[in-house]
């Protein structure tokens, strides 16, 4: 676990973290059906484990709140809890930016940054890289071009669309068409 600056230093947190630990280790794969209490701490081991696991498993090893809530019963998780994250702030960090609640995994990052990448976030990086370098080199795209070019493209197509008007505009081709038949 690494906790944020301040909080781990804590006397009554060590403790609490240390009788935690010595709680008997419950697979999040383990059949849940079976009666754990809900308010006891063998079941908040329990939904720590699920939660560690599920954000795991996830490529960017984070996720909204609120999809997690959505697989609560899925999960056999109790109604309260999203109160694991502030508990355990060790484990998971809790972001409320731009009023969207994200959960991350604390492990995975270090200095803000995926600990270990997966290919698809790597290619991710690179699509967004490459599309952040296009909108800054748009705008200094046209005076790379000779501008004599971009009057005769003008040229060009006004040209073109007069053509087109006059196409529009007279219904003889179809008078012709309907004489020969």
Request: charged share 35%; hydrophobic share 30%; with cysteine.
């Amino acid at each position: 676990m690494s906790f944020p600056k301040g909080y781990g230093g804590q006397k009554k947190v060590r403790a609490w973290m240390d009788e935690f630990q010595k709680l008997p280790y419950i697979s999040p794969y383990d059949d849940a059906s079976r009666r754990i209490d809900p308010e006891s701490e063998l079941m908040e081991k329990r939904v720590v484990g699920v939660l560690h696991e599920l954000l795991s498993l996830t490529i960017h090893k984070k996720t909204k709140r609120n999809y997690l809530r959505s697989l609560r019963e899925e999960l056999i998780l109790p109604h309260k809890f999203t109160r694991m994250f502030t508990r355990y702030p060790g484990i998971f960090y809790l972001s409320l930016k731009c009023k969207t609640t994200t959960v991350a995994l604390r492990e995975g990052y270090r200095r803000g940054k995926l600990a270990e990448p997966h290919p698809l976030a790597r290619l991710r990086d690179k699509f967004y890289h490459v599309m952040r370098t296009g909108v800054l080199y748009r705008g200094k795209g046209e005076s790379m071009v000779n501008p004599e070019m971009m009057l005769n493209d003008a040229e060009e197509e006004e040209e073109e669309e007069e053509g087109e008007e006059e196409d529009e505009g007279s219904e003889s081709c179809y008078d012709e068409t309907s004489d020969e038949e």
